[in-house]
């Protein structure tokens, strides 16, 4: 990868320092060198990170187009971390001039909480490899984002009976938004799961066929606290010898990016982990079971056309074709938030003007906070 596109020596160094920990070339990507996690712990970084530094890499080069910096800040990776670099950075950072689009392209020119906290957090990780020699760096204080108000319940029985007569018509098409016979049987069996066992979105992601019940009358949520490991990548990477990111492409069915031997080690680390605690079994009603169903339906199909060996663990599959694969690769985290997303936009237009009618959010949070549900006493056995 060149450095030389930027304009300023020091952020030619700076990317040469995030060159180490999260190269761009795929080649050198599980050799790339660990950096400081946890406790003071090596950790190598994972791919969104990897994209979050070379997005700080650029906020850097736009940033010492302005002349407040120093000239030693253009000479030196380090003296970008003196506190006075820092400072100068974060308020150009806050108003929005550093980013890519003009405010004219359709962007708000201030930055979101939850963006300035990446930039922060990439500033921290920089600090020690650029300036290894600066005991001390400042770094700006980012509030917490307050919480959206959560929708009321009034509308979540609304909300489920209108997805329960979409799923049962033809293509829904509106204005350039459409919305497959697939893509509301998906979403019909998210919202029904939601609704019965108010799981989080990584919760909802992580379910598998073995996390339903016998007749699908009940599902399994492996609770996991907000500020916990997203799932077990890191415990299996240690067994089986190879970096956490390599472990969530096998896990989340990107097996042709890894060897044969590499994925048999990886699949033998996951199976011989002792079950995570806190599994809550939650039933679900007549209409679930039949929203779920449904969706088992559909997504045998799409893993059946895509020839799929040995099928997908995941409950949630991709409906179209993606960087990861064919139809019927288990969908990611992000990828299942936004088929959420979209099925709310696509409802809201088409509920739009309708009696008793409010607006649903398209964040599966502000949902999820307005459900109460209590989980079953006891255990379920699997029905897969």
Known sequence: ????????????????????????????????????????????????????????????????????????????????????????????????????????????????????????????????LAAPARREVWLPSVQQPELKTPVRTEPLATLYRRLADLAAKGPLERDGIRLSYEDRAR???????????????????????????????????????????????????????????????????????????????????RDALAPLPEVEWYAMGEGAWVAVRQWLTVRKALIESSSLEGGEPGLWVTLVPTKAGPPGITLRAQGLTQAFARGMRALNWVMAGQRGWEPMPVRMEQVRRAISVEPMAGSVGSGK
Request: proline content about 6%; overall charge positive.
């Open 1 to 128: 990868m060149s450095v030389h596109r930027y304009k300023a020596v020091a952020v030619r160094q700076l990317a040469e320092v995030v060159e180490r920990v999260a190269p761009k070339d795929p080649v050198a990507w599980e050799d790339r060198k660990p950096i400081a996690g946890t406790l003071g712990l090596p950790t190598k970084v994972s791919r969104a990170r990897a994209r979050q530094l070379w997005m700080v890499v650029a906020m850097w080069d736009r940033a010492l187009e302005h002349s407040e910096f120093p000239a030693r800040a253009r000479r030196s990776a380090a003296e970008l971390f003196t506190a006075r670099a820092l400072r100068r950075f974060w308020e150009l950072a806050q108003t929005g001039e550093l980013r890519t689009l003009a405010p004219e392209a359709g962007r708000d020119p201030v930055l979101p909480l939850a963006t300035l906290r990446i930039v922060r957090d990439c500033l921290k990780i920089l600090a020690p």
């Open 187 to 269: 979403l019909l069996a998210m919202v029904a799961i939601l609704l019965h066992a108010a799981p989080r979105s990584g919760e909802l992601a992580a379910l598998r066929l073995s996390d339903l019940a016998p007749e699908e009358r009940a599902v399994a949520v492996r609770r996991r606290q907000q500020k916990a490991s997203p799932n077990r990548a890191e415990e299996i990477a240690e067994v089986a010898g190879v970096s956490p990111s390599t472990v969530r492409s096998v896990l989340w069915g990107q097996h042709r990016r890894v060897s044969e031997a590499t994925y048999r080690r990886i699949v033998s680390a």
